[in-house]
Nanobody
């Protein structure tokens, strides 16, 4: 499994970005995926997660109602649509795979594969 995140960039507060993560694993449609982020000087934090089928999702309170996670199992991709961005959303965003769970998982320690991350900067 190799994960490659893309779509980061710089946007003004209130703007939108869409992150994508391509998964090289042949069993992509059988396990949960998640997005995390890490701001400078802070610990990595959970953002959103999605079940193997896409039917179940879970969000951090800080992004609920603004971010949407989705997946396309035919294309081996998971996406994070980010709307109404705030300066506090500035961070490096990572996609991750949890090959041992079909349900959304919050804890980062349960994810066994991680992408390299993509920078998101929101200016005020």
């Amino acid at each position: 499994v190799q994960l490659q995140a893309s779509g980061g960039g710089t946007v003004q507060a209130g703007g939108s970005l869409r992150l994508s993560c391509a998964d090289s694993g042949r069993a992509f449609g059988t396990y949960a995926m998640g997005w995390f982020r890490q701001a400078p000087g802070k610990e990595r934090e959970f953002v959103a997660a999605i079940s193997w089928s896409g039917a179940s999702t879970y969000y951090a309170d800080s992004v609920k109602g603004r971010f949407t996670i989705s997946r396309d199992n035919a294309k081996n991709t998971v996406s994070l649509q980010m709307n109404s961005l705030k300066p506090e959303d500035t961070a490096v965003y990572y996609c991750a795979a949890n090959r041992y769970s079909r349900s959304p998982v919050v804890s980062s320690v349960e994810y066994d594969y991680w992408g390299r991350g993509t920078q998101v900067t929101v200016s005020s």
